[in-house]
């Protein structure tokens, strides 16, 4: 009988062991649980976790962005549909309890340490200013946006003219030329298809909108976009419609298309009458007045850079995550050295640069800036120079690139850094 007391005894013993660590486990899990999500190199897929994040965002859940910890990391309140979200779109996560977040985000508030966190809580609305014909390139921001699986709107000049812009909070520009002189591609493309269909619907589209010309249609567009970054939008572009988008608004008033573009000679004072009061981010310029030759202006550096493709790179600069985070936020990165890559309008000539420019990234040696940012009123810009970040020379007609075979690209994760930036721009206004 004893025996079997014994027995009992050590039975509801083990039972009740049992209970208290099941019962432990139950209180790890419903506590206030998150989920880290890196962005070092303990990430498996780093442009698909920024969708993760922007999917969050748009469920009206707080995502905070936890700026240089770990390549920028996301930390996101425990949710099992998220982490689910994640499994399925394969983007890396560690589920961390409340001390351990909480710790986290003690370390990172010390004044000594370069980190800060960053609350995000509604998702920004994007818009992307491209022509609804086909053309025969690729744009990377259109790329990485279907690749991370974050949604957006087309919109052209129409929309923009008839007030649509106000409706978005980010606008990128497609690969535009924004002179009037459809990519100064006349020379070498005039008989394709893809070109006369260019300047055809552009020239419709100007005369349905009450415009003689393409170029002075495409000249008050881009006043306009001036307008809506100045009332506090945020503007992003890249490759050509960076530099042509500051010519256009040097240019008001001022013909610099030559008449196979426009129908009448230019004018042959141009580069004397150019008003760099109106640019954005660059000034005393110099138009290209050849128009077969393949460039716009001595703002772009690619017919005459020296930089050999092995040794084409370009470096991020450290700013304050505390006292500077708008650069902060839009140079997260597990890499500080990204390779360079070509386009139409590659890099631009630092003496060329307003003052009051921001350069994010740069290629010291050459003299050349490649991701500039500033400031406008209430809004915010960015420039991005070169076509595509994994494709190093895009050409006319190349196949897209295959953003599944360059998951963990630092040079696309800066584009998507501008995707989220008005969230967590948002947020600070408020606090």
């Not at 986290?104 to 992307?128: C, F, G, H, T, Y």
């Not at 978005?168 to 298809?193: A, C, I, N, S, V």
């Not at 419609?241 to 013909?255: F, P």
Request: proline share 4%; glycine share 6%; net charge negative.
């Amino acid at each position: 009988m004893e025996d079997l007391s014994q027995m009992m005894h050590l039975s509801k013993l083990k039972s009740k062991i049992l209970l208290t660590f099941l019962f432990l486990f139950v209180v790890f899990q419903t506590q206030a649980v998150y989920l880290l999500v890196p962005m070092d190199e303990k990430q498996h897929d780093h442009l698909k976790a920024y969708g993760i994040a922007y999917w969050t965002l748009e469920k009206a859940i707080e995502v905070k962005w936890l700026l240089n910890y770990r390549g920028g990391s996301f930390l996101i309140a425990y949710d099992q549909q998220i982490e689910n979200e994640c499994l399925v779109r394969g983007v890396s996560t560690e589920k961390i309890a409340d001390v351990q977040a909480n710790a986290i985000l003690a370390d990172i508030a010390r004044p000594e340490v370069n980190q800060d966190a960053i609350s995000m809580q509604k998702a920004p609305k994007i818009a992307v200013y491209s022509p609804s014909n086909k053309q025969p390139w690729d744009d990377a921001v259109t790329l990485v946006l279907t690749y991370a699986e974050i949604a957006y709107d087309v919109i052209y000049d129409e929309e923009i003219l008839t007030g649509k812009l106000k409706d978005y909070d980010w606008l990128h520009l497609h690969h535009e030329d924004f002179t009037g002189q459809f990519g100064k591609f006349y020379r070498t493309y005039q008989h394709m298809p893809w070109y006369r269909e260019e300047v055809e619907t552009n020239q419709q589209l100007a005369g349905k909108m009450g415009f003689l010309k393409v170029s002075e249609m495409k000249q008050v567009v881009a006043r306009e976009i001036r307008q809506y970054v100045s009332m506090g939008g945020f503007l992003f572009a890249m490759c050509a419609a960076t530099d042509t988008y500051d010519i256009s608004l040097s240019a008001m008033g001022v013909d610099i298309c030559e008449s196979m573009y426009d129908g009448d000679p230019a004018d042959p004072q141009m580069n004397e009458k150019l008003d760099f009061e109106q640019t954005l981010a660059f000034k005393n310029f110099i138009i290209e007045k050849d128009p077969f030759e393949y460039e716009f202006s001595n703002i772009d550096v690619t017919g005459t850079r020296k930089v050999p493709q092995n040794q084409d790179y370009f470096s991020l600069f450290d700013f304050s995550a505390k006292w500077d985070p708008v650069p902060t936020m839009l140079t997260q990165n597990h890499k500080n050295l990204i390779r360079g890559f070509m386009g139409q309008t590659t890099a631009y000539d630092e003496d060329l640069l307003k003052s009051n420019v921001l350069v994010m990234g740069e290629n010291k040696a050459a003299n050349e800036a490649r991701y500039i940012h500033g400031e406008l009123g209430k809004g915010f810009w960015t420039f991005y120079g070169g076509h595509d970040p994994e494709d190093y020379r895009h050409l006319v007609g190349d196949p897209p690139t295959d953003l599944s075979l360059h998951p963990n690209s630092p040079g696309y994760r800066l584009i998507l850094n501008n995707i989220l930036f008005p969230a967590a721009k948002k947020k600070k206004q408020k606090t």
